[in-house]
């Protein structure tokens, strides 16, 4: 079954917003009203807060772009209004987040989902329950296979790819191995205990699932042969499956850790996926931090830091490559051989996103190198258009740009022009919904894959939050 479909299924099945509805939308857009109501209304919501709505309407009453405050409406409380369930499963949070059209839980798309809403946690208890729902419902994912990368709710359940060549589980609903998937709980995990001293999510399942993630992250540092894991799958798009009897293409075990996927969900060509060691770096200091301090656990903590050191090295040591025009820049992917893959993805972590998550400082010369080679036509999946510019990547194709990207670059921007031009053209490309969407066309934002993904709206409002608190002068 080709992606598409797969999707165009789902959402018929799950009464979202179908893309039937989004052309209704697009039709009271640009005929009944300049901006209609798109949002769900208030009785068919998923979850409601208080504190994000009071945030709504300040966001609303002070930004004088009526268009803005419109698209801040509808994007910002997405994830909330349409995607999570909330319960409590033996006296304990529990939150199941879909990522839109797709009724399945990523741990990458729920960490980043309600990442947003963290700060206003400690004003609001009910928001709270749902982030803490959230962390222990990981939990019990990573617990249960931490080479996942999505899963459903019911744990019985066998889905559409129960039949991919890999050790499959029910209740799994997809079992990519992306360094990513583990570490974006961690980076949740870690805001939610700064942000609120709440330290029940982090009971002893939670050090068990951080001690699985040590164990999967050295495995694929593939140091003794080829590691536990492997995939297969019968399919038409190369980018689905991994070559070498699902073991991808070699590596020298220079003390990286092997990615089979991208992100995107797309097989890495190298498997030395550089975006995601960086994170790597980040996630396995945050996670010593609190095995230490919430319980004493000192030799787990020492292994994260001991690997996060061992990473950094040979980020250092094999990771940066001279190009012709920008210099000593970050390689996408390499093998550990002297290979390696010039090029920028989309999807979180991307190598022009390591800011954004702590990964590296906004200053650093070799990042600022590579974030000019990401920025222009130098970069294969760089697309400029008569509608906007922007990065993509090969999930989607050619001449697809993700709104996701023009947000990164503006959250990651320290140029007030950039970040007013990055506001301008995700204002000007939600192909007449309301609502940001995964890839449009560079000539055309009607032209759109995936009319709901809650990541891209949501990360689309904490981009113009965080506009507004710090330059609102730049929402004009």
């Known amino acids: 079954m080709q992606r598409r479909k797969f999707i165009k299924n789902t959402v018929i099945l799950t009464g979202g917003i179908s893309l039937m509805n989004t052309a209704v939308f697009a039709e009271s857009f640009t005929k009944a009203s300049p901006f209609p109501i798109v949002r769900p209304e208030a009785s068919k919501r998923n979850f409601s807060s208080p504190v994000i709505e009071a945030a709504i309407s300040e966001f609303q009453k002070n930004v004088a772009d009526q268009e803005l405050g419109w698209l801040f409406n509808n994007c910002f409380p997405n994830t909330l209004d349409t995607t999570v369930t909330y319960s409590e499963v033996k006296n304990k949070p529990h939150t199941y987040i879909i990522t839109g059209d797709i009724d399945a839980m990523w741990l990458r798309d729920s960490s980043a989902q309600v990442w947003p809403y963290v700060p206003f946690a400690t004003k609001d208890k009910n928001l709270k329950n749902l982030i803490s729902g959230t962390i222990n419902t990981q939990t019990q994912y ?210 022009l996103s390591l800011p954004y998550l702590d990964a590296i400082d906004r200053n650093d010369p070799i990042y600022n190198n590579t974030r000019h080679f990401i920025l222009s036509l130098d970069n294969p999946f760089y697309f400029k258009g008569k509608a906007a510019e922007g990065v993509g990547g090969p999930h989607v194709g050619l001449d697809m740009i993700w709104p996701m990207a023009i947000t990164m670059q503006g959250l990651t921007s320290t140029n007030p022009e950039e970040i007013k031009a990055c506001i301008q053209m995700l204002k000007t490309t939600h192909g007449n919904t309301g609502f940001m969407h995964e890839t449009f066309h560079k000539d055309d934002p009607t032209n759109f894959t995936r009319s709901w993904f809650a990541w891209a709206n949501t990360l689309f409002g904490e981009f113009l939050w965080k506009t507004y608190q710090n330059t609102p002068e730049l929402l004009k």
Request: aromatic share 12%; charged share 25%; glycine share 6%.
């Open 142 to 351: 990573i617990l249960k296979d931490p080479y996942a990368n999505a899963f459903y709710d019911n744990p019985e359940k066998q889905g559409y790819w129960k039949d991919d060549n890999t050790k499959m589980k029910p209740g799994v609903h997809e079992r990519k191995w992306e360094i990513d998937s583990l570490c974006y709980p961690i980076r949740l995990a870690y805001q939610y205990w700064k942000k609120t001293g709440d330290t029940a999510p982090f009971d002893t399942k939670w050090v068990d699932a951080m001690r699985n993630i040590l164990i999967v992250f050295k495995d694929q540092q593939r140091k003794d042969g080829q590691g536990n894991y492997s995939f297969q799958r019968k399919t038409e798009r190369a980018s689905d499956t991994i070559p070498m009897a699902g073991y991808g293409y070699p590596v020298n075990p220079v003390g990286l850790i092997c990615s089979a996927f991208r992100p995107s969900d797309d097989a890495t060509v190298f498997s030395f996926l550089i975006p995601s060691n960086f994170f790597a770096i980040v996630s396995l200091k945050q996670a010593a931090e609190m095995l230490e301090t919430l319980h004493n656990e000192h030799g787990l903590a020492k292994e994260c830091l001991d690997l996060a050191t061992e990473v950094d090295h040979a980020i250092k040591k094999y990771a940066v490559v001279n190009h012709p025009k920008h210099g000593n820049i970050y390689a996408f992917e390499i093998d550990g051989y002297g290979n390696h893959l010039i090029m920028d993805d989309a999807n979180v972590p991307s190598l």
